[in-house]
């Protein structure tokens, strides 16, 4: 039987490597009733445990808050982390990156990471 996380990282394939979601979601996935720093950790931790990563690094608080999901080790990824990570090679990914579709990916990021 899928675990709900299994079924979050199919709704990330689904949706083309991003999923907006809610802490709600990633709660009740959990099976948790309060967003605690421990239920957050362990959600973390439960997430990267099924090749998912998040933005916001911290996962927020409140239920309503919004989470994007990305599948790690995907190029969405490395631009992630090319973009909170500085770095030589980062910057040669963000190159890539910028000459390809991937460029609507690399300003949403941006915006992202600069609220």
Do not use: W
Not at 25 to 45: C, P, T
Not at 74 to 82: C, F, H, L, Y
């Amino acid at each position: 039987m899928a675990s709900k996380y299994d079924d979050l990282r199919k709704q990330v394939e689904v949706g083309g490597g991003l999923l907006l979601t809610t802490m709600e979601v990633l709660r009740d996935a959990h099976g948790a009733g309060k967003l605690g720093v421990h239920v957050r950790k362990a959600i973390h931790d439960a997430l990267a445990a099924h090749g998912l990563g998040h933005l916001p690094r911290e996962l927020p608080t409140y239920q309503h808050e919004e989470v994007r999901l990305f599948r790690l080790g995907t190029p969405i990824a490395d631009t992630i982390n090319a973009v909170l990570h500085p770095s030589e090679g980062g910057d040669q990914v963000l190159r890539q990156s910028a000459g390809s579709e991937a460029q609507d990916v690399l300003k949403q990021i941006r915006e992202l990471v600069c609220e």
